[in-house]
């Protein structure tokens, strides 16, 4: 099995370490293909209006079944980059992030878009994100379900169009639970402040709404569960289809 496993947290933080190296215990080749610098919240991204550099990077103690390049781009540049330079494939994983990927954060999240841009590829991908807290972050939980997990997924592929978004919470998870999206979300706060030569500057610095939503991916990760979300990348709204059509009457 050969696996590529990226981020959006970049090459060289722990979290894809940790998720590289458990991917070294399942897998024949494994290659780490992740931003130079953090790229969260840079969504679905790809670099087409300026060239990108493929470096191999040196990191201490890596096995010797695993290969790291850092890219000057987003996580699905990562993506597309290493399919074509390293290798195609049996599974893209992403993260393990430094922080929950839940609701609406999906449609923000780097992590998760480099599991969609596995996806756009017909690779079977998956994402894993942790929550983080006040106690020290531990990617072993996690960790340890990807080396369960994926290899499943390789063995039975995913449906068409199909990628599955994974979230930790903070601490030993009680149990796995299967969970909806939900419609949790930042509140809209912006901060205005002045720069040193009188000019208005903005920082996007939302709080979380939560969600009470049962069966969501914000309740289970809330209440110490790790969840899986299967999404879809045909975000097509069919049921409005007939009422839609209402609207051009
Ligand atoms: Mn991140």
Same mark, same amino acid.
Request: net charge negative; proline share 6%.
């Given at each position: 099995?050969?696996?590529?496993v990226?981020?959006?947290?970049?090459i060289?933080?722990?979290?894809?370490?940790?998720?590289?190296?458990?991917?070294?215990?399942?897998?024949?080749?494994?290659?780490?293909?992740?931003?130079?610098?953090?790229? #969260?919240?840079?969504?679905?991204?790809?670099? &087409?209006?300026?060239?990108?550099?493929?470096?191999?990077? +040196?990191?201490?103690?890596l096995?010797?079944n695993?290969?790291? /390049?850092?890219?000057?781009?987003?996580?699905?540049?990562?993506? &597309?980059?290493?399919?074509?330079?390293?290798?195609?494939?049996?599974? &893209? @994983?992403?993260?393990?992030?430094?922080?929950s990927?839940?609701?609406?954060?999906?449609?923000?999240?780097?992590?998760v878009?480099?599991?969609?841009?596995?996806?756009?590829?017909?690779?079977? #991908?998956?994402?894993?994100? *942790? !929550?983080?807290?006040e #106690?020290? *972050?531990?990617?072993?939980?996690?960790?340890?379900?990807? +080396?369960? *997990?994926?290899?499943? @997924?390789?063995?039975?592929?995913?449906?068409?169009?199909?990628?599955?978004?994974?979230?930790?919470?903070?601490?030993?998870?009680?149990?796995? !639970?299967?969970?909806?999206?939900?419609?949790?979300?930042?509140?809209?706060?912006?901060? +205005? !402040?002045?720069?040193?030569?009188?000019?208005?500057? /903005?920082?996007?610095?939302?709080?979380?709404?939560?969600?009470?939503?049962?069966?969501?991916?914000y309740?289970?990760?809330?209440?110490?569960?790790?969840?899986?979300t299967?999404?879809h990348?045909?975000?097509?709204?069919?049921?409005?289809?007939?009422?839609?059509?209402? /609207?051009?009457?």
């Amino acid at each position: 099995m050969k696996v590529l496993v990226s981020n959006d947290d970049g090459i060289f933080s722990p979290g894809i370490l940790a998720l590289a190296l458990a991917m070294s215990e399942i897998a024949d080749e494994v290659a780490m293909v992740a931003p130079d610098v953090e790229q #969260s919240a840079s969504g679905h991204a790809i670099t &087409v209006r300026h060239p990108l550099r493929y470096t191999a990077t +040196k990191l201490e103690n890596l096995p010797d079944n695993v290969k790291a /390049y850092r890219v000057d781009g987003t996580p699905a540049d990562c993506v &597309v980059l290493g399919v074509h330079n390293a290798f195609r494939p049996d599974v &893209v @994983v992403s993260g393990i992030n430094l922080g929950s990927n839940l609701g609406y954060d999906i449609t923000h999240s780097g992590t998760v878009a480099a599991a969609m841009e596995g996806t756009t590829m017909g690779i079977p #991908s998956v994402a894993f994100s *942790l !929550r983080t807290g006040e #106690s020290e *972050l531990n990617f072993s939980h996690a960790a340890s379900f990807a +080396k369960q *997990l994926i290899p499943e @997924v390789a063995k039975r592929g995913l449906p068409a169009r199909t990628f599955l978004n994974v979230n930790f919470p903070v601490g030993k998870p009680k149990d796995v !639970r299967l969970a909806r999206q939900s419609t949790h979300s930042w509140e809209d706060s912006v901060i +205005k !402040r002045e720069d040193p030569n009188g000019q208005d500057y /903005y920082w996007i610095a939302g709080k979380p709404t939560g969600s009470d939503e049962p069966d969501s991916d914000y309740i289970a990760v809330s209440q110490g569960y790790a969840c899986i979300t299967p999404l879809h990348l045909d975000m097509t709204h069919s049921s409005f289809f007939a009422n839609l059509a209402d /609207y051009l009457e």
